[in-house]
């Protein structure tokens, strides 16, 4: 994890044909968030309490809306939400996510910021 974050962006791209969202943040460091990832880990309350049905019960869990599978979502629109966050419109017509720039950067997935990176040299 990088110890001086900021979570204030200065560049917001969403790119359909890479299907990632990229942001820039203030201190110098990219961001690069997968659409499949962002949909799946949406923050809405509807979501939430879906994936905690998913994991806390054995019942059968009904899905309402389509289906996409791993490579189809998209994101149709997105907008700022005030000067703290972005609210996508996806493909699939879910639209209640407001997904934080502070809750973006601390869940940033690259490998500097999972740990991951691999020493070379």
């Known amino acids: 994890m990088i110890s001086t974050q900021s979570s204030d962006p200065t560049e ?3 790119d359909r044909q890479e299907r990632a969202l990229m942001i820039t943040w203030r201190d110098g460091h990219c961001s690069r968030y997968p659409f499949d990832d962002l949909r799946r880990d949406c923050p809405c309350a509807s979501c939430n309490d879906a994936r905690d049905k998913r994991t806390h019960t054995r019942e059968l869990l009904v899905l309402s809306g389509p289906v996409l599978k791993p490579g ?3 994101i149709t629109n997105y907008r700022p939400v005030g000067w703290y ?3 996508f419109t996806w493909s699939d017509g879910h639209d209640t996510g407001i997904y934080t720039y502070e809750s973006l950067r601390a869940n940033c997935p690259c490998e500097q910021c999972t740990g991951t990176a691999t ?3």
């Open 72 to 74: 189809e979502v998209q």
């Open 12 to 14: 917001v791209i969403v």
């Open 119 to 121: 020493v070379t040299g």
């Open 85 to 87: 966050a972005l609210n």
